[in-house]
Structures are given as structure tokens and as C-alpha cells.
């Protein structure tokens, strides 16, 4: 062990200052705790630096172009393409050219002590970190620790991958350039948002995909993107099987079992990711039933067989998105203080302050391509397995409100009903700028609204959201 440059001690620690992790620090200390935030590398993670930020940056331009496009009167006025050099410098305006400063002075004013380093359990309540100036750390936490540490990508075990320089989304979304021809492997929501983002900046683009694009979503929904995509020329292949990749002065070489082959300047692989768990000397704690991949844990984002490990956001492993993941964080963060305080016993009521219920029933998400998918709640087939008796209807968006908003607007809709309680447990819209629709249905979600009494609410005309209402009378009503 290097030289111990300090030793303290503080209610609560938390590793990985993410979205995640600045936000359950910010509740423990309004909940009264002295906590300790330990971050390796940028204070914001991932979704600042890396994903959600500068891939929306990059996105939004196309966007907005398409839509004035699709316009007649707005689309004689385009003249020309996106201009990809004020796209990438407005991309790192959002990113603060890669500077947490911004973040940084949050963090202080919001009472929270940053340690910069990388740390890891020694044992119950300690950690130890070792700090960029070489030096090691130790924290001790009076009451808890909360694991904020993140996902990792994915590699696909692809022969030849491992032995060549390719993007994965940290590149693709930083890259100070717009390569020629891109090659994506992945069709979820990384690989497709990233593979129109660069066909629209200018790059030849190819996806590949193992299965379906968007293969989680209802064929409707995903037909829409796989139309927009091909529009924007994205070469879309799906289910392909790799054979080989390898890299010459040509570029990067993906070959197919079916013989065929693409060569791309860049390749980008964006084949999913999994929680950070490695290295944080979790396998000394003997958790039951932890496999060294996802932690089990309870409504407050306990880990099992522990009373004072809690793991939220991506570590967590239960839903990998920035919104869901702070609230885990909210709701995390207030039961360590509530439990210090004695006003919390541990055990949490679904939808109660303390129990992350929305993780199961209302997860809202967001497919930022052009159209895009909005979903909320459980899937059909996800609440068919929970035992529930469901009606669907769906139908294509087409009401006063969308034939305005664009020329030949092309949508679709759907709702799953729970039949017994006749409520919406989940809903789907696919179609441009569908995304301020979901707030709607997860609000009706998680309130429980009956269909009698949405009846009653009323969508101002002309605007998308009359769709609401064709899917009620398509229910009966
Ligand atoms: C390309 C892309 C686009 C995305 N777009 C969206 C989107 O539009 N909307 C959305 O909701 N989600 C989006 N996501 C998902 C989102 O980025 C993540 O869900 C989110 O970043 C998770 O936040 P987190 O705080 O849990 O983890 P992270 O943001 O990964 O933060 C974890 C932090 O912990 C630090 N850390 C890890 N281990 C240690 C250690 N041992 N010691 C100290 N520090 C450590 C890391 O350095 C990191 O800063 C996107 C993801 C990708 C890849
Ligand atoms: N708009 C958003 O909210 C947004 C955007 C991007 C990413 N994200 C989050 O980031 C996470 C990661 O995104 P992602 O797109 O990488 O993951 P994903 O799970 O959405 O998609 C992974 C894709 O890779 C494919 N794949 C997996 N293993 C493969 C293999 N061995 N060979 C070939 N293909 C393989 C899958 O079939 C799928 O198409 C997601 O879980 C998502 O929650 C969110």
C-alpha cells in the first residue's frame, strides 16, 4: 500500500459522482448526513460527458432540419446540409468541452466532500481510494455506502475485434470529426440514434444487426424507424452473422458469414453494457447469490445480505437510464436518512417514499431517432408474464393536430389496459417528436387512472395528443 495521505470518517460515502451519484449525495445531505462523493474520473459520468448530452446534441440539428423539410413553405426555404462543424462544436458547448468545473462547483455548493480517485471496499464501511496525486485514501461511513460506479460496454466476442482500434459510444459521441463511411454493430438504441446521427452529419453509413433494429419494440413502432433510417441512406442489414473484422490501411474491414463484406473508415460497436461492479472488492463482502455481474437489491436500493451496501442507476443494474437512475438516487438517498433519523424501518410500501415502484410498472423511454419511440410501463408480453389479463389497441396517428404539425406525418399508438382494473399499465407512440407525449401516460400510469375518468381529459385541438382520444372511442368509450 502507498503512503495513507488521509483517513476519515462521514455518514454516508458514495463511489461514482454520475447523474446517479451527485443526486443521492444531494439527498443524503438534505436528509441531514455528512457524505463523502468519490469520483475517478469526470464528476457528471457518462450521460454528460459521453451519452445522453453530446449524442442529443448531435441528433437535434437532423431533427430539426427533417422537420422543416417536411413542411411546404419551410422546406423551399432549405437550402442545404446540416453544417457539421457548428453540429460538433455546439456538441461540445453541451459538454463543456469535456470540463467539470460547472459540475464541480454544484457539488460544493450542494454541501457534498469530493474525493477524486478510484475506489473500492476493504471491508465493512471502508474504502480505500487511490487519488491521481499516487497517494491512497481511506473512508470509513458511519451508516452506509452507496455504489454509483456506472456500466461498462459490452464487446461481443466478433474474431479479429479484439485486436483492432474501433469506437465504442464514448468515441462516437466526442469525435472531433465526421468519418467518411461508418460501420454500426448494434441495432438497439445506442447503435441506431448514433447510425442516423452520422448518416445525417454526412457519413456513409452501414448497420448491422443481429436480429431486428430496435428489436424490444412492437413491429409498428420499429417499421417507422427502419423507414426513416433508409430515407436518411443508412445502409440497414438485419440479421447478419459476423465472421471476421480487421483493420488495414483501406479501413476497417466487418465480414459476414454470407460472404459479404463492408469496409468503413471508423466502425463503431454499440452492443449494450452491464453495471461496474468489477474491482470494488465486492467479492470480500460474501453477498449471497451475487455472481460478480448483477447485485440483488430491495425497494430502497439495499443489496441483499448487507445492511449498509446500497447500489443505484446503472451499478444497480435494474434499468439503464439516466432519469430512472435518479430515481433511485431521490428515493435511495431518503431512506439512509430516514433509516439514521429512525423514521424508516427498512421495509418499503410499493409507491411509498421509500420504494423505487416505478422501476417495475412506470419506466418511461425515449428512442431519440427520427421518428422517434416513446414508451412507458410494461410491454404486453412483460404483463402478460406478470399474470395480467391485457386488451390492446393501436392505431396510426391521424388527427387534425398531426396532419398540421407535419406533411404526411406518419405515427403510430398504442396502449396495453390492465382488462380487470381498467387502467393503462403501458403505452407506446411512435412518430416525429412523439417524446412530450409520454408524460401523459406516465402520469396515467403511475395515478392509476381509470378509462372512465380519462374520458374526461380532454386534449386541446389541434395538437398530436387528440391521438389519446381515437384511442379511447377505439376502446369503446
Ligand atoms: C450513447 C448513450 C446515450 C444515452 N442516452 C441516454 C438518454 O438520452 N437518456 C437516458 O436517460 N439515458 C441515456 N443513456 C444511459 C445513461 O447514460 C446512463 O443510464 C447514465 O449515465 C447512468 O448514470 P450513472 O450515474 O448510474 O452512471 P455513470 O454516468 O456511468 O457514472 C458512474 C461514475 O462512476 C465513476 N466510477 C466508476 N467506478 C468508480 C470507482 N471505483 N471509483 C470512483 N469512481 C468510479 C465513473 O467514472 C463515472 O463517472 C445513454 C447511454 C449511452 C451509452
Ligand atoms: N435514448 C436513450 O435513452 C438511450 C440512448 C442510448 C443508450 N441508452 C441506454 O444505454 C444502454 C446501452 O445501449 P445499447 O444500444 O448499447 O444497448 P441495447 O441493449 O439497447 O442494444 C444492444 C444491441 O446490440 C446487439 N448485440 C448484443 N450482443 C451482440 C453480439 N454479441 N453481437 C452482435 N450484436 C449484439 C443487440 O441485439 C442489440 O441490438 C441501453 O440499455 C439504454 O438503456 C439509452
Redesign the pocket.
Known amino acids: 500500500m502507498t503512503e495513507v495521505r488521509s483517513e476519515q470518517t462521514f455518514d454516508a460515502i458514495v ?9 443521492v449525495a444531494d439527498r443524503l445531505v438534505k436528509g441531514g448526513l455528512s457524505t463523502l462523493l ?11 460527458y ?7 446534441a448531435l441528433i437535434r440539428p437532423g431533427v430539426a432540419l427533417n422537420a422543416a423539410r417536411n413542411l411546404a413553405g419551410s422546406r423551399e426555404a432549405v437550402t442545404g446540409r446540416l453544417d457539421s462543424g457548428q453540429v460538433l462544436r455546439r456538441r461540445d458547448s453541451f459538454t463543456s468541452n469535456w470540463d467539470d468545473s460547472g459540475q464541480v462547483k454544484w457539488v460544493e455548493n450542494a454541501k457534498i466532500s469530493l474525493l477524486r ?4 471496499l476493504i471491508g465493512e464501511r471502508t474504502v480505500e ?1 487511490s487519488a491521481p496525486d499516487a497517494g491512497t485514501h481511506l473512508a470509513h461511513a458511519r451508516h452506509a455506502i452507496v ?5 461498462n ?1 459490452t464487446v461481443p466476442s466478433i474474431p479479429g475485434l479484439a485486436e483492432i482500434e474501433f469506437w ?3 468515441e ?2 466526442s469525435s472531433p470529426r465526421v468519418p467518411r463511411s461508418l460501420t454500426v454493430i448494434g441495432g438497439g ?2 447503435g441506431t ?2 447510425a442516423q446521427a452520422y448518416a445525417r452529419l454526412g457519413s456513409q453509413v452501414t448497420q448491422l444487426v443481429r436480429g431486428n433494429v430496435l428489436g424490444k419494440m412492437p413491429a409498428p413502432a420499429r417499421d417507422l424507424v427502419t423507414a426513416g433510417l433508409r430515407k436518411d441512406g443508412v445502409d440497414l442489414r438485419e440479421k447478419v452473422a459476423f465472421s471476421r473484422i480487421s483493420r488495414d490501411p483501406e479501413g476497417v474491414r466487418v465480414e459476414l458469414e454470407d460472404g459479404s463484406s463492408i469496409t468503413s473508415d471508423e466502425l463503431l460497436v ?1 452492443t449494450g ?1 452491464a453495471a ?1 461492479l468489477a ?2 472488492g465486492l467479492e470480500t463482502l460474501e453477498l449471497p447469490g451475487f455472481n460478480g455481474k448483477q447485485l440483488e437489491t430491495d425497494q430502497s436500493g439495499k443489496v441483499t445480505g448487507s445492511d449498509w451496501l446500497y447500489a ?5 443494474g435494474k ?8 430515481y433511485e ?1 431521490r428515493i435511495t438517498g431518503d431512506a439512509i436518512a430516514a433509516k439514521v433519523k429512525g423514521s424508516f424501518d427498512g421495509v418499503a410500501a410499493p409507491w411509498s417514499k421509500f420504494a423505487q415502484t416505478a422501476d417495475h410498472y412506470a419506466v418511461p ?2 428512442v ?1 431517432t427520427d421518428p422517434e419511440i416513446a414508451t412507458v410501463g410494461r410491454s404486453i408480453e412483460e404483463a402478460e408474464a406478470d399474470g395480467v389479463v391485457v386488451v390492446e389497441v393501436s392505431l396510426p396517428i391521424a388527427v387534425a393536430g398531426s396532419s398540421l404539425y407535419a406533411d404526411d406525418y406518419q405515427g403510430w399508438a398504442q396502449l396495453a389496459i390492465d382488462g380487470d382494473r381498467n387502467v393503462i399499465i403501458g403505452a407506446t407512440f411512435a412518430g416525429p417528436d412523439v417524446a412530450e407525449l409520454l408524460h401523459s401516460a406516465t402520469i396515467a400510469i403511475v395515478g392509476e387512472v381509470t378509462l372512465d375518468r380519462l374520458w374526461h381529459a380532454v386534449p386541446a385541438y389541434p395538437t398530436v395528443s387528440e391521438v389519446w382520444l381515437r384511442l379511447l372511442e377505439k376502446l369503446g368509450l
Open positions: 463511489i461514482g459522482a454520475g447523474a446517479v451519484g451527485e443526486n468519490i469520483e475517478a474520473e469526470l464528476v457528471g459520468g457518462e450521460c454528460s459521453w451519452a445522453c448530452m453530446p449524442s442529443k480517485g478510484k475506489a473500492w481510494i455504489l454509483a460506479t456506472g456500466s460496454p465504442g459510444t464514448r462516437a459521441t438504441v445506442a440514434e448514433l454499440a453494457r461496474a474491482e470494488l443505484v442507476g446503472d451499478a444497480a434499468v439503464l437510464l439516466t432519469h430512472q437512475g435518479k438516487a423511454s425515449v431519440f
